[in-house]
């Protein structure tokens, strides 16, 4: 295990604690691994956002701050204020991005980093954590979950093909001036080569699965949620955007009233989703559980579904996949053939994958599960044993310390070239 002992480190990431979904769990354990004793003890500084994700709606505890500085788990959170748009178009990304890029970098913490590590795809995160590892003359090394450039082309937000073209700019600034560029999934080492970095500095570092095995049986927790003992319930947990395509299962839901769908979480699409479903009763909204109650949930459930809208070609692996891995439960996923949540259902062989879209090829996966529960339980029991082998919260914070490692070794044997931006990376 790196030690970092006397090390003072910055994570640059807008999600943290307390969000519960999407990134924020993973910027919060590898902060809080970093500050603990046997992850290597040092004093660890995170630069984030307000709490916002996934409602898209700033935490109410949070209304009229402007800065602050909390404590967390021995991790020192320095929270700057942003915009917040509750509706996703190409103009009101921008001011979100701009709006962190410019308090971060104005009111950056007032701490001397040994390393500075940036979770992206926050355009906002990658060039203000470049900047300040430039500055103290630092390692900077940027943790690839997505890439907005290839997330705006497909979203489907209106100017989203100037948009990308603007952002793959940016993230290709930010990914030049690394040291070592971490990216969660293979599928991205072409398209970050592509921008200019060099194949030698890139290293793979796979999410995890962040929550817990379940604990209780689930009957038990069927019963308390009103789910029926012979009820084929079909449960997507996490963000309700855009990208997610939400409406094949409101559509699924339509085509089949004996089968319950549960859509628990939040994001900017509820509502939408709400008045399409306004005379579907067996579709049913639920707010985000309690992280306790979330592995027990979604083991209650008999499938857990990922969606993505046919345009998506999305590399990036949602961090729901690694949930329901945990959880026992057979996936369908209803997304393209070839993009990385496809690719890693696949090789964990712990579900089936259908057209994205197509509420019938859904529903067909669902109701053949339904009907031959030992199969059920045979792709189900795959994901746990996918999680123990390759998904490990050990494993996984294993990698990301040793990729910083790599990088504080890297700029120790390195000799600061005249124009450089950091160590051994010149400025382009």
Do not use: C
């Not at 890439?147 to 990308?164: C, E, F, H, T, V």
């Not at 309700?240 to 549960?262: H, T, Y």
């Not at 339980?377 to 123990?388: C, D, I, K, M, W």
């Amino acid at each position: 295990m790196p030690e970092f002992k006397g090390r003072t480190l910055l994570l640059v990431s807008t999600n943290y604690a307390p969000e519960h979904a999407g990134i924020g769990p993973y910027a919060t354990q590898i902060a809080e691994h970093w500050a603990a004793a046997d992850g290597g003890g040092a004093e660890v500084h995170v630069l984030a956002g307000m709490p916002h994700y996934p409602s898209w709606r700033l935490d109410p505890a949070y209304k009229g701050v402007w800065r602050i500085e909390e404590r967390r788990a021995g991790v020192r959170v320095h929270r700057r204020r942003h915009t917040v748009p509750p509706r996703q178009t190409a103009l009101k990304r921008a001011l979100f991005e701009a709006s962190i890029l410019a308090h971060g970098l104005v009111a950056a913490p007032r701490v001397r980093p040994d390393a500075v590590v940036a979770q992206m795809p926050s355009l906002a995160g990658g060039v203000i954590g470049a900047r300040i590892a430039a500055r103290h003359k630092v390692p900077y090394v940027p943790i690839v979950q997505d890439l907005m450039g290839a997330a705006a082309a497909q979203s489907g937000i209106r100017g989203g093909d100037r948009a990308a073209a603007a952002a793959g700019a940016v993230e290709a600034y930010a990914l030049k001036r690394a040291t070592l560029v971490g990216v969660i999934h293979e599928s991205f080492v072409d398209k970050v080569a592509a921008m200019g970095v060099d194949r030698g500095r890139i290293r793979l570092v796979p999410n995890w699965s962040h929550v817990a095995s379940p604990s209780r049986p689930r009957e038990e927790t069927r019963a308390r949620l009103g789910w029926g003992r012979e009820q084929t319930v079909v449960l997507h947990s996490g963000n309700m955007g855009l990208k997610q395509g939400l409406e094949v299962l409101v559509e699924a839901a339509r085509l089949d009233p004996s089968v319950r769908i549960v859509l628990m979480g939040d994001g900017n699409q509820r509502e939408h989703l709400r008045d399409l479903a306004a005379d579907v009763p067996n579709l049913e909204f639920a707010p985000p559980a309690d992280d306790a109650d979330f592995p027990d949930v979604l083991a209650a459930a008999d499938v857990l579904a990922v969606t993505q809208r046919a345009s998506v070609l999305d590399m990036s692996i949602p961090s729901k996949l690694t949930s329901y891995f945990a959880a026992g439960r057979p996936v369908v996923a209803s997304v393209a053939a070839e993009g990385g949540t496809a690719q890693e259902v696949l090789r964990s062989e712990a579900g089936l994958l259908v057209e994205p879209e197509d509420p019938g090829a859904f529903l067909k996966a669902v109701r053949a599960l339904a009907q031959d529960p030992g199969a059920a339980a045979e792709l189900g029991g795959r994901g746990p044993a996918y999680v123990a082998a390759h998904l490990s919260r050990e494993a996984g914070l294993s990698r990301i310390s040793a990729l910083l490692s790599e990088a504080l070794d890297t700029a120790a044997e390195a000799v600061d070239p005249e124009g450089s931006d950091v160590w051994g990376v010149p400025r382009t």
